[in-house]
């Protein structure tokens, strides 16, 4: 049997950082991540935004904030 699609594409315990991330492609891009088991930090110039679209995307976002340095 062939693996399917979110088989191939799982992002189970991996850091997804989508810059430009508060709406259209990077939005959709960080939702998509999100879906296949990714955590996600949006980042954007617009702090107010970026709040925005990580609370409307609960399931997938970090708390706004800087990143922590590893």
């Known amino acids: 049997m062939h693996p399917t699609h979110r088989q191939k594409f799982d992002?189970?315990?991996?850091l997804a950082l989508i810059t430009g991330g508060s709406r259209g492609?990077?939005?959709?891009m960080a939702r998509g991540l999100a879906e296949a088991?990714?955590?996600?930090v949006l980042?954007?110039?617009d702090p107010a935004?970026?709040?925005?679209a990580a609370a409307?995307?609960?399931p997938m976002a970090?708390?706004?904030g800087p990143c922590p340095s590893t």
């Open 11 to 14: 992002l189970t315990d991996r």
């Open 43 to 45: 980042n954007a110039r």
């Open 25 to 28: 492609l990077g939005l959709a």
């Open 62 to 64: 970090s708390p706004p």
């Open 56 to 58: 409307s995307s609960a």
């Open 49 to 52: 935004a970026t709040e925005a």
């Open 37 to 40: 088991g990714a955590e996600v």
